[in-house]
C-alpha cells in the first residue's frame, strides 16, 4: 500500500538553528509533493510543492525541500528557524495512478525555543 | 475574499445523535473533501466529491455520510454509527487533479 513516512514526531530547535524534517514515500511511480504547514489555531496551508523540475523547491518563509527520487524522500529544510515556525508541518503526496488522491504523513510538531 | 468556510468551529454532541458539520467554498473548485485529523495520525480522508452530485468513500467513511447538491457546499453528517467521533474534522477543496488543497478552518466535535 502507498504510504508516506514522516521520521519525527516531534521535534523542539532553538530560534536560529537549523531544520531538517525527513519525509519518505512508499511508491517509485509519478509523483508530486507537498509539504503544508499548521500552524497553532490556523488553518492547514501550503508550504511548498513539486510537480516537476527543478527537484530543489522554494517555498514561503525561506522554507525549501530537495526531491531525491533514488531515495523516494522529499525533506523540508530551513538554515535559521524562527520562534514563529512553531507548527505542525505535513508531508503529503499525490499518487498520480491512484486516482490523484493525496496520501498524508503523520506530521511533525515543531516547537521553536525563544 | 475566495475561501473555505467551515462551520460550527466547535461542537459538542451526546452519544447516539446525528450531527451535521457545514462545508462551504466560495473557490469555483469541483473537488471536495472531509479529511478527519487526530494526533499522530496525520490526515485520513472521509469522503470527497469531484463533481455535484457525486462522492466517493475515502479510507475511513464508515459512520459518516455526505452530500454535493451544490458545487459550493459538501455537508458531512456524523452518525451515531461512529464509534470513534470526537476528532477535528477538515474540509478542503481543490481545482484540478494535481492542485493544491485549499483547507477550512476545520470543525472541532466532541462526544459526551
Known amino acids: 500500500a502507498q504510504s508516506v513516512s514522516q521520521h519525527n514526531h516531534h521535534v523542539i530547535l532553538s530560534e536560529a538553528a537549523s531544520l531538517e524534517l525527513g519525509c519518505n514515500y512508499s511508491y517509485g511511480g509519478t509523483v508530486n509533493l507537498f509539504w503544508y504547514v499548521q500552524y497553532p489555531g490556523q488553518h492547514l496551508q501550503l508550504l511548498l510543492k513539486?510537480?516537476?523540475?527543478d527537484p530543489l523547491v522554494k517555498g514561503i518563509k525561506g522554507f525549501e525541500a530537495e526531491f531525491i527520487k533514488s531515495k523516494f524522500s522529499f525533506n523540508l529544510r530551513k538554515p535559521s528557524v524562527q520562534w514563529s515556525d512553531t507548527a505542525e508541518y505535513f508531508c503529503a503526496v499525490n499518487y498520480m495512478d491512484s486516482n490523484y488522491q493525496l496520501i498524508w504523513g503523520a506530521g511533525t510538531k515543531l516547537i521553536i525555543k525563544p | 475574499d475566495g475561501g473555505i468556510t467551515q462551520s460550527p468551529k466547535y461542537l459538542f454532541r451526546k452519544e447516539g445523535q446525528n450531527v451535521t458539520l457545514s462545508c462551504e467554498q466560495n473557490l469555483n473548485h469541483d473537488a471536495m473533501y472531509w479529511y478527519r485529523q487526530d494526533p499522530g495520525q496525520g490526515l485520513r480522508l472521509i469522503y470527497y466529491?469531484?463533481?455535484?452530485?457525486?462522492?466517493q468513500k475515502g479510507d475511513i467513511a464508515e459512520g459518516y455520510s455526505v452530500s454535493r447538491e451544490k458545487k459550493e457546499s459538501f455537508p458531512l453528517t456524523v452518525t451515531s454509527a461512529q464509534k470513534n467521533p470526537t476528532a477535528f474534522y477538515l474540509c478542503a477543496s481543490k481545482q484540478g487533479n494535481t492542485g493544491e488543497l485549499f483547507f477550512g478552518e476545520g470543525s472541532r466535535l466532541t462526544v459526551l
Open positions: 466529491s469531484q463533481i455535484v452530485n457525486d462522492f
Open positions: 513539486y510537480f516537476s523540475g
